[in-house]
């Protein structure tokens, strides 16, 4: 079962989207600092990142860390998307609904990752 990363401030949408994705196994960050800590010692198949997040670390900065790592990434964000320079990531609009979710992951793990891929 693949990994999935989700790094999200709102607990209430992380229980929401880590309770949708019951076919993977979740990790989760509720800030740049936890997803850090994560990525250094986990290689998900999938990184799940908000894009505005507390504590001085942008979502941006986690999905660049994240990539380098060769961790694909799906980025989410609630604000104006015209606006996010988003350095060629995927990112979906908050509020979405979460079959749109769970067919943007399939899409990214089946583009990026090796059949049997978990960290």
Do not use: W
Request: aromatic share 4%; net charge negative; glycine share 8%.
């Amino acid at each position: 079962m693949a990994n999935i990363l989700v790094v999200e401030d709102s607990e209430d949408v992380r229980n929401i989207i880590c309770n949708s994705l019951e076919d993977y196994d979740v990790l989760e960050a509720q800030d740049g600092s936890e997803a850090l800590a994560i990525l250094a010692t986990r290689r998900p198949a999938l990184a799940l990142i908000d894009v505005l997040l507390p504590g001085g670390l942008s979502g941006l900065a986690i999905a660049t860390r994240a990539r380098a790592l060769g961790v694909p990434v799906l980025l989410m964000t609630g604000g104006d998307m015209s606006e996010i320079d988003l350095a060629g990531f995927t990112c979906i609009r908050k509020p979405f609904p979460l079959t749109l979710l769970l067919d943007h992951i399939e899409d990214e793990l089946s583009r990026f990752c090796l059949p049997g891929r978990v960290a």
